[in-house]
Nanobody, 124 residues
Framework: QVQLVESGGGLVQAGASLRLSCAAS????????MGWFRQAPGKEREFVAV????????DYADSVKGRFTISRDNAKNTVYLQMNSLKPEDAAVYYC?????????????????WGQGTQVTVSS
């Protein structure tokens, strides 16, 4: 069992930057690929970014590519999402999730553990 806690959300203006953090409860954090997903009101939860166990490989949704960067610090059991050039359409609850797999995956159903989410609001 892995407990995940997101933080760093808030209210910012369009064009601003924000960094989200997700802290994991286990020392075996490095055994998991880590993903970020988001869900806006009235919409389905969608994939944002994923990073491999050692941080060497990443993948992004087209909607955030070039603006968002996922990274991890296994010594701190933490994964980050750096969000730059934020747009109003980026507003959502952002969730981190852990995937105990050797593969880099995008599907919600492939993830084993989820955090409670952190709210990101972007004003125009």
């Amino acid at each position: 069992q892995v407990q995940l806690v997101e933080s760093g959300g808030g209210l910012v203006q369009a064009g601003a930057s924000l960094r989200l953090s997700c802290a994991a409860s286990r020392r075996t954090f490095s055994n998991y690929g880590m993903g970020w997903f988001r869900q806006a009101p009235g919409k389905e939860r969608e994939f944002v970014a994923v990073i491999s166990k050692n941080g060497g490989i990443t993948d992004y949704a087209d909607s955030v590519k070039g603006r968002f960067t996922i990274s991890r610090d296994n010594a701190k059991n933490t994964v980050y999402l750096q969000m730059n050039s934020l747009k109003p359409e980026d507003a959502a609850v952002y969730y981190c999730a852990a995937d105990r797999s050797v593969y880099l995956r995008r599907r919600i159903r492939d993830y084993d553990y989820w955090g409670q989410g952190t709210q990101v609001t972007v004003s125009s």
